[in-house]
């Protein structure tokens, strides 16, 4: 029997508390005098990015900024996906989310012809081999021209029903015909019993409202809970009057948003030469005040879409915190809880008798934990521990 281990001056809602560890659970969590040194939270997980590009920046520039210069680049870049450069950038991917203190992972997986790509089997393989350290889901990123083909739809579906992860996924952005060819992956994702998880709207032109169809659709169907929309950044350039509606029918359907800080406001309202005026982030503060679940994703890493960024989900936090004006402390379920939810897995609470997953970020409290880059210590069941990328 492990010797019980005590933490102490933990900031959880609010109050300073203690710790008691036994084994691999929360054995007490009990008052403590003086104040939190340390800020407690559920191992954060993130429900967006792309395992299968992540890393590819330095050979796939584009030549221009903007979403469309980026998926060219990465179109390009599909010559050197083999293998062992698939491998050796998710397994990159997945240390540093690891060593970043994540517990899981949704990777969206390029689907650019009907036939399966290879990233799909491999990230597959990878899910395997990291199965107990980092759950790992995958998405089908499809054309909707594809999925909702009559032809090839149905084959991709029993597909991914078959090898995958039980979630099903798409892209659309002012498609032609989108609504008959959404409600044929609806239909679809009902007849598997798959989760719908969409790139939606990823642009700044107000017509673009493919969320509003998804929305529509998911209460006709009764997927509450089952549906996630990335992006939605035409509802940012709609008139609030307008948009108003559409969030309360997304909340009374159960549609949830993903908001992608880091790739929006680096592809929105760009133009070589001229600063951006417009930042393309969906409105969340409105979102989740009409009662919608909004979580947020790294999105890309290193890639043609952003050149920057990590698999940490505290940084995403820290920079939808900057870009969007949060408190961060009333956003962390944003990266845990919510974003559990979001991708059909089981709750992670701070609590006794709850397994010992969750991290330490040094500060008083959570503007002082995340105001720089995070001190931070790891626990796994019971076990702190510390791993490089
Ligand atoms: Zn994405």
Known sequence: MSTPLALDHIGLNGACVSLRLEGARIAAIAPCDGVPLWQVMPLPVDPHVHLDKSFIWPRARPAEPGLFRAIEATLADKVNWSEVDLRARAELALTEAHAAGQSALRSHVDWGEPDTPLAWSLLGDLAAEWRGRITLQRAPLVSLDVLGDADHGPAIAAHVAATGDGVLGAFLYRHADYPEKLARI??????????????????????????????????????????????????????????APVL?????????????????????????????????????????????????????????????????????????????????????????????????????????????????????????????????????????????P
């Open 186 to 243: 609806f239909r679809l994702a009902a007849d598997h019993g798959l989760r719908l998880d969409f790139h939606v709207d990823e642009g700044l032109e107000p017509e673009a409202q493919g969320f509003d169809e998804i929305v529509r659709l998911t209460g006709h169907h009764g997927m509450a809970g089952r549906v996630l929309c990335g992006h939605a950044c035409s509802l940012s350039v709609r008139p609030p009057d307008a948009v």
């Open 248 to 388: 309360d029918a997304a909340a009374t359907a159960g549609v949830a948003l993903c908001v992608l800080p880091a790739t929006n406001l680096w592809l929105q309202d760009g133009q070589p030469g001229r600063t951006p005026r417009l930042r393309g982030l969906a409105p969340l503060h409105e979102a989740r005040a009409a009662g919608m679940q909004v979580v947020f994703g790294a999105d890309n890493v290193a890639d043609p879409f952003y050149p920057f960024g990590s698999f940490d989900a505290l940084e995403t936090l820290r920079l939808a915190c900057t870009a969007a004006h949060l408190d961060p402390a009333e956003w962390l379920g944003a990266i845990t809880t919510n974003a559990t939810a979001a991708m059909g897995l089981p709750l992670p609470r701070i609590a006794r008798s709850a397994p010992a997953n969750f991290l330490l970020l040094q500060g008083r409290d959570w503007n002082d934990a995340l105001r720089r880059a995070p001190v931070r210590r790891i626990f796994r069941n019971g076990v702190e521990t510390r791993d490089t």
